[in-house]
């Protein structure tokens, strides 16, 4: 315990402690400023939360066409640019209602058509789904996974059942600020930074010949080491959790819409899990801390083998992001490096990659889910990363 502790305050330091205080200021103000930024002030959102109640449920005809209409007049005045309608209407929740509601519309009409047949995404939509289902059938394709997949595609969004509206405004900004690319750089980064001298910065100095080539310290100090990085990427996480979620609520002070699916939030109509939002924010926060853990395992592995904190660190960003670059390849360059894409860190630590939408994988003609795949190879990289770790020290010469 005591080299545990001993480990843990090298990381967690006093420059360290001051720096997480300041980035714990930094994910308050964005968690606030984001939640101000959807709607102007608290009386505001108090009007919407009142004008929402009467629209929340199923579609409703003559409020789609009323919301049709005033949508027609805000883009005939501010164009059809998402940002710029957000920033011109923020102080209007009638307005907002409007459009929100007109976007919900939208997403039943994709639920019931889906994809247009010449489209190259995935077949979305029961319509869709089962015009495909009906071309396979007559060319006796019955036992193809692509027929499999389509099939359980359609049982999963026939079982969702058709989206209803709900006031979700707070909890949508909750999820954009830990399922986009911001998290990443607000998240991710500072946790290489402050991973990276774990092992590096002994190695610079010549100080691990001394304090790992022992018995002792090839296993006890490494597993302290190792713990001490599990610890501080997780507290590292939930001072972000924490952050953005106390004081993207606060300036409301309201959790309406905790209770709705998972699909009345636009970036999720697409999953094909039935969580409720509370639900979902538990596990949104629990897959955070597992790829933050995740990544920090892997900083450490390479910054056993790095004499410079620095490099330790440009290495463990150019992992992180190295398949955003390869998704941006033409179309036949990522149908051959696709499950790099996939299972690269860029997309495994965004919950909007691997629970907004319906990716299968086919494994031994099993039909196995994005999160089920990405936990396995996450998994794999863990213990290859411990291993790697374990095995470095365990070559050194013992004193």
Not at 87 to 101: G, H, N, Q
Not at 261 to 283: C, D, H, L, N
Not at 307 to 334: C, E, R, T, Y
Request: charged fraction near 20%.
């Amino acid at each position: 315990m005591s080299l545990f502790v001993f480990e843990l305050r090298k990381l967690l330091n006093k420059k360290t402690v001051i720096l997480l205080l300041a980035l714990f200021a930094l994910y308050s103000v964005i968690g606030f400023s984001t939640s101000l930024f959807l709607i102007g002030s608290n009386d505001a959102y108090k009007d919407y939360e009142t004008l929402s109640a009467d629209y929340e449920g199923a579609i409703d005809v003559e409020k789609a066409e009323k919301s049709k209409a005033a949508y027609d007049e805000i883009t005939a005045r501010y164009g059809t640019d998402s940002r710029m309608i957000a920033r011109s209407i923020k102080d209007s929740p009638e307005t907002i209602l409007a459009v929100k509601y007109k976007e919900f519309c939208e997403r039943v009409v994709e639920y019931q058509n889906g994809t247009p047949p010449e489209s190259n995404e995935e077949p979305y939509g029961i319509n869709a789904l089962q015009s495909k289902i009906s071309e396979l059938e007559e060319h006796g394709r019955q036992n193809t996974f692509e027929y499999k997949k389509l099939r359980y595609s359609l049982q999963k969004l026939t079982a969702l059942g058709k989206p209803e509206f709900a006031n979700i405004l707070l909890w949508e900004n909750l999820f954009t600020n830990w399922g986009e690319h911001m998290m990443q750089f607000l998240l991710l980064i500072p946790i290489a930074f402050l991973i990276a001298p774990v092992f590096a910065i002994e190695r610079s100095s010549g100080m691990d010949n001394l304090i790992l080539s022992s018995r002792y310290g090839r296993r006890k100090i490494v597993t302290a080491k190792l713990l001490s990085v599990l610890i501080t990427s997780t507290v590292i996480v939930m001072m972000y959790l924490i952050a953005t979620f106390v004081f993207g609520f606060l300036p409301h002070a309201s959790l309406h819409g905790w209770n709705a699916t998972i699909q009345s939030i636009p970036e999720y109509a697409r999953s094909m899990f039935g969580f409720k939002v509370w639900q979902f924010a538990i596990v949104s926060a629990l897959w955070l801390i597992f790829t933050g853990a995740v990544y920090s395992l892997i900083i450490s592995f390479i910054s056993s083998r790095m004499k410079s904190q620095m490099s330790a660190v440009g290495i463990s960003l150019a992992i992180l992001f190295i398949n955003v670059g390869l998704a941006a390849m033409g179309d036949s360059v990522i149908q051959r490096i696709q499950p790099i894409i996939d299972f690269g860190l860029a997309n495994v630590t965004l919950i909007k990659e691997v629970f907004g939408g319906y990716k299968v994988f086919n494994v031994f003609g099993m039909i196995v889910s994005y999160p089920i795949m990405a936990v396995f190879v996450l998994g794999i990289f863990t213990v290859l990363a411990v291993f790697g770790i374990y095995l470095g020290q365990k070559r050194r010469t013992v004193v």
